[in-house]
Nanobody, 123 residues
């Protein structure tokens, strides 16, 4: 079981940028796929992006392609989510999660979750 802690959320204006961090402990980051999900009030938790373990394929939801970038710092065991050109529709609680196999768009496929960080996009 790994532990995940998100940080970096906040209030940003439309068109702005924000970088979220997911610090992972209790496991070697290369062995896990780390996904970012988001949940807005009244909506289901949805997959945003995922960075695969070694040899796997990354995943991006269509709604964030070309705006969001996921990356990994192996030395620090941190996964980053760089979010650009933010829209009010991106407002949600953002959660990172881990799984031992490759990326999946299904929340049920992930074993461990962080507590989340809130992102609000508003003028």
């Amino acid at each position: 079981q790994v532990q995940l802690v998100e940080s970096g959320g906040g209030l940003v204006q439309p068109g702005g940028s924000l970088t979220l961090s997911c610090r992972v402990s209790g496991g070697v980051l290369d062995y896990y796929a780390i996904g970012w999900f988001r949940e807005a009030p009244g909506r289901e938790r949805e997959a945003v992006t995922c960075i695969a373990n070694i040899g796997g394929r990354d995943y991006y939801a269509n709604s964030v392609k070309d705006r969001f970038t996921i990356s990994r710092d192996r030395a620090e065991n941190i996964v980053y989510l760089q979010m650009n050109i933010l829209e009010p529709e991106d407002t949600a609680g953002y959660y990172c999660a881990s799984r031992r196999l490759g990326c999946s768009g299904s929340r049920d496929a992930y074993a461990d979750w962080g507590q989340g960080t809130q992102v609000t996009v508003s003028s």
